[in-house]
């Protein structure tokens, strides 16, 4: 096959992405990108050194498209970091399957590193520093990653739900009342509520 002359990086990416959204996390290899871009696995390495740097720039994509704009001054600290994780989680819940990406390749993903810095400056300027703030962003990044996998691999209107509302009550009887519950929660009743029960505790 012969080698695209348009190839960028970018147009790598988005193969790869696309690759992901459509068969898979477990789908993505150098060979799979090279046939999405109509061109043959070796010449693939004159790009990329090896699936890592293929999916380094992956999250280099999907971060990229975060606004990391500091949101308005003057509003309560928990409302602009709310607006922060929305900006976060509506980015990386367009490609759930790459979610596992994000995790691990983040701390080189230059939107998602000035994602954490706008946050950081957030948390600094409503008196949380030190081991706090270091406790702060993982939390954040920790709720907000979670938050996107249950929401993709098990939400709370699936099969999985009404399995367990429908447990025994005599064993069960608190599990059965809430997945009974769950049921009419959205995502984003799911996602915002959560998110601030945690910036609460953040508070405090």
């Known amino acids: 096959m012969p080698r695209p002359r348009s190839l960028t990086l970018d147009r790598l990416a988005a193969a790869a992405l696309t690759v992901i959204d459509r068969d898979g996390l477990a789908a993505l290899s150098m060979r799979t990108v090279a046939k999405e871009l109509g061109m043959s696995p070796m010449g693939l390495y004159r790009y990329v050194s090896d699936r890592d740097e293929l999916e380094g720039l992956v999250v280099d994509r999907v971060l990229g498209s975060v606004d990391t704009t500091p949101p308005p001054a ?67 990044h920790g709720y907000i990653t979670g938050a996107i996998q249950l929401e993709h691999l098990g939400p709370l209107s699936g099969e999985g739900t ?5 447990l025994p009550e005599d064993r069960f009887p608190h599990l059965a009342e809430t997945a009974r519950t ?9 996602f915002t509520e959560g998110l601030r029960l945690l910036l609460r505790g953040l508070a405090c």
């Open 74 to 140: 003057g509003t309560p600290w928990q409302e602009r970091v709310e607006t922060m994780a929305g900006r976060l989680r509506d980015a990386v819940a367009r490609h759930p399957e790459a979610v596992p990406l994000t995790v691990a390749h983040r701390h080189h993903a230059a939107g998602g590193l000035r994602w954490s810095e706008t946050v950081l400056g957030i948390l600094t300027e409503a008196g949380i520093d030190g081991g706090r703030r270091v406790v702060a962003l993982r939390a954040l």
């Open 162 to 166: 009404a399995t367990i509302a429908a």
């Open 182 to 190: 769950a049921g009419a929660i959205s995502p984003d009743q799911e």
